[in-house]
């Protein structure tokens, strides 16, 4: 199982990424819950956003109303939206699935720097 997670880049304040985590290997994101965490310079990792396999959203408060997580079946892939970005939204967000197996999988992180 892989999850390759994509997307990460430098913004300024108020402009929007997409990062997109694809899953490989013997995983399917329709039976998982996919989860994006992030990690700040100096600080846990939080969670960020999960959809779980019935299809229900939640998200941390900070990111509540600028974030969509979704996916697509046919590219196995789990999707976050970040729109009008903030310079505390800056940290290595990572993908995670977990399986209802028990199996918990993660992806190398992709960069997220916004500027003021």
């Known amino acids: 199982v892989q999850l390759q997670a994509s997307g990460g880049g430098l913004v300024q304040a108020g402009e929007s990424l997409r990062l997109s985590c694809a899953a490989s290997?013997?995983?399917?994101?329709?039976?998982?819950?996919g989860n994006w965490y992030r990690q700040a310079p100096g600080k846990q990792r939080e969670l960020v956003a999960s959809?779980?396999?019935?299809?229900?959203?939640n998200y941390t408060d900070a990111v509540k109303g600028r974030f969509t997580i979704s996916r697509e079946y046919a590219k196995n892939t789990v999707y976050l939206q970040m729109n009008t970005l903030k310079p505390e939204d800056t940290a290595v967000y990572y993908c995670n699935a977990k399986t209802l197996g028990g199996g918990n999988y993660w992806g190398k992180g992709t960069l997220v720097t916004v500027s003021s």
């Open positions: 959809i779980s396999f019935g299809g229900i959203r």
């Open positions: 290997g013997s995983i399917s994101i329709i039976s998982v819950t």
